[in-house]
Nanobody, 122 residues
Framework: VQLQASGGGMVQAGGSLRLSCAVS????????MGWFRQAPGKERERVST????????YYANSVKGRFTISRAVAEKTVYLQMNSLSPEDTAIYYC????????????????WGQGTLVTVSS
């Protein structure tokens, strides 16, 4: 199973980015998908997760109302739309897939993708 993240870059505060994570080698609908991030000097934190059917999602309080997670079955891709970005959102963003229970709250990654760097300037 491979997860290929893309879409990171540099943006000014208040701007938007959309991250993508393409899944290969797996039945996409079997996995709960999620995004994590790790800022310099900080621990990796969970940003958002989405259920297998895409009908429920979890968001960290720090991104609630600004970020939107979605998944496209045909493309086997999970997206993270990030709006109203602030310098505090600067981090390496990782996508992950979980073969565990279909829970957006209790997400235990089975597979990780490589990170994509998001830099937000003030």
């Amino acid at each position: 199973v491979q997860l290929q993240a893309s879409g990171g870059g540099m943006v000014q505060a208040g701007g938007s980015l959309r991250l993508s994570c393409a899944v290969s080698g797996a039945i996409f609908s079997n996995y709960v998908m999620g995004w994590f991030r790790q800022a310099p000097g900080k621990e990796r934190e969970r940003v958002s997760t989405i259920s297998r059917g895409g009908n429920t999602a979890y968001y960290a309080n720090s991104v609630k109302g600004r970020f939107t997670i979605s998944r496209a079955v045909a493309e086997k891709t999970v997206y993270l739309q990030m709006n109203s970005l602030s310098p505090e959102d600067t981090a390496i963003y990782y996508c992950a897939a979980s073969s565990g229970s279909d829970s957006t709250l209790y997400f235990s990654p089975t597979y990780w993708g490589q990170g994509t760097l998001v830099t937000v300037s003030s």
